[in-house]
């Protein structure tokens, strides 16, 4: 049951909103938490009580680590305990990880480096163990090192199960949840609150029924059929998945906030208009910004940061982007994806090249290798610039494996037509154009439909690239007031969504 179904809009969000508001007003909060934990474990139930199982041993261990520390806390603690649980917590959490998303990633590589034979059990890997692992990391750091309370039991639980946080992110830090949960005065229906979040839901789900999951129908045949593409499809499938990807995994955190938004609550920013980025530094701090700034506090300043010159600098960057890669999916075109994306954010840092700050900089950019960069470019080319290597990088991404990335590079950069423009762009016989193929068809000029298709796709890109450049949906709805004209744009967008719904598809980030 995602965001995206008949069954979470029709019946799961009328319920828990129902509820929620209902037991707050008659000021029965302890009963309220146990209905949204109760509604949030039912919500992650449907997609498998074995995903639930996964959960609530992961949960169960972390908390008894907290506990374990609150129990020595009423004595003097030694540093090492700490320490020694800080290690237990993250060891099992990575484990975890490890056995349910890379162990057949890792046995595979064993065998090809050693010829054995070994075979590693096929497991369905619970939905979204990326982003609740990865929180729960963030707390037994914190919890070990006296920076976070040992939390009761039904707080911990709403944390670690708050359910739209927890099957794609935002990767949100225990403290800016809790805090929430705790604020009394956050639970009293807010008119103003419940139509800003009504309109982040609307404005996601569009982003992802009516431009990603169509985009979604073109890429992925093209990444298929890789090998019979030629130059001029393989450019619209890229672009189309660049926007695929950002509209889906956006329009997921817009749907989640917007659910957070109608409960009384906000979840942390997770985009900020990355494709306006100037530079892949500047990307990385817009594009996916909760789990940058996990890897930025739990791993990069750890490693020392840059602090320990400008080599080592260099290497924890590098460090960084390949982790997240890996976070991303077991393979190696994530693995060489996240290393292209640390190049392109090692270069950016050294001052070789730069571009011209916009006026509203808080502050100037620091280099590694001098004060100001040898050559600065106007933003609107390292606009260009950064977009473009963005989009080869996610050749990588969404390729099936390496021998898939080489067809793709090789079609890409050197010229084939024809191919398979036609066969990949029919794949967008979608309800919109339904008039204009039976139109050519009963004119007796089917040749045309094609051209319907063709059409289609290049105006699904351009559409998309025309919602890049305008505010995001958080710009929007801070800014925007609920007069008539507003309201009936929702409407519209609401029900053409809704209608759409008939051919619901997952979200990208599931998978991780």
């Known amino acids: 049951m995602g965001f995206n179904s008949f069954t979470f809009l029709l019946v ?54 907290s506990g374990i520390l609150a129990w020595k806390e009423q004595k003097e603690i030694a540093p090492l305990f700490r320490t020694v649980i800080k290690v237990i917590g993250v060891l099992f959490n990575l484990a975890l990880l490890f056995y349910l998303k890379y162990l057949g990633f890792f046995v595979e590589n064993l065998d090809a480096l050693t010829g054995a034979t070994f075979t590693a059990k096929e497991i369905l890997m ?28 039904i707080e911990y639980l709403m944390y670690t199960t708050y359910f739209p946080k927890l099957i794609q992110g935002p990767i949100a830090f225990h403290k800016e949840m809790t805090d929430q949960f705790r604020d009394k005065s956050l639970r009293k229906t807010d008119p103003d609150k419940m139509a800003r979040g009504i309109m982040s839901f609307i404005i996601g789900l569009s982003k992802k029924v009516l431009l990603a999951d169509n985009l979604a129908k073109a ?91 400008k080599l080592r600098t260099v290497i924890n960057v590098l460090i960084v982007f390949v982790l997240s890669g890996l ?42 290798l001098r004060e100001k960069p040898l050559f600065v470019v106007p933003r609107a080319v390292g606009n260009a610039v950064t977009f473009t290597m963005f989009v080869i990088s996610l050749i990588f991404f969404g390729s099936q494996n390496l021998e898939y ?19 990949t762009a029919e794949n967008l016989a979608i309800p919109e154009n339904y008039i204009f193929r039976q139109l050519f068809t009963q004119m007796g000029k089917p040749e045309m439909v094609n051209i319907v298709y063709v059409a289609t796709f290049v105006l699904l890109i351009v559409i998309s690239a025309f919602v890049m450049t305008r505010k995001n949906t958080k710009e929007i709805v801070t800014e925007t007031r609920f007069d008539k004209k507003t309201i009936a744009g929702l409407v519209v967008l609401f029900i053409w969504s809704f209608i759409s719904l008939s051919n619901v598809s997952t979200f990208i980030y599931f998978q991780f």
């Not at 890409?412 to 024809?418: D, E, H, K, M």
């Open 12 to 65: 799961f969000l009328p319920i828990l909103l129902i509820g929620w508001n209902i037991l707050n007003k008659i000021e029965k909060y302890a009963v309220a938490d146990v209905f949204l934990i109760g509604m949030s474990l039912y919500f992650y139930y449907t997609f498998g009580a074995g995903f639930l199982l996964v959960l609530l041993i992961s949960t169960s261990v972390n908390y008894l680590l």
């Open 405 to 423: 990335v080489g067809a793709m590079f090789r079609r890409l950069f050197v010229w084939t037509y024809p191919g398979f423009l036609y066969k």
């Open 126 to 153: 619970p939905i979204g163990i990326s982003f609740f692992t990865f929180g729960q990391i963030s707390f037994i750091v914190d919890r070990a090192n006296g920076k976070a309370p040992h939390y009761n039991i």
């Open 219 to 309: 890429v992925n045949y093209g990444f298929h059929y890789t090998y019979y593409l030629d130059t001029i499809t393989v450019i619209l499938v890229m672009l189309a998945y660049t926007f695929e990807i950002y509209l889906d995994f956006s329009g997921y955190c817009d749907m989640a906030n917007g659910v957070s938004l109608m409960l009384g609550f906000e979840l942390p920013d997770n985009f900020n208009s990355p494709y306006k980025a100037a530079t892949s530094r500047e990307l990385w701090q817009r594009w996916h910004m909760t789990l940058s700034r996990f890897f930025i506090k739990y791993v990069y300043i750890p490693l020392g940061g840059s602090r320990k010159g």
């Open 327 to 368: 976070w991303h999916g077991a393979g190696w075109t994530y693995v060489c994806w996240g290393l292209m994306q640390g190049l392109l954010v090692v270069w950016d840092n050294l001052g070789i090249t730069g571009v011209t700050e916009p006026e509203n900089a808080n502050k100037k950019t620091r280099y590694l």
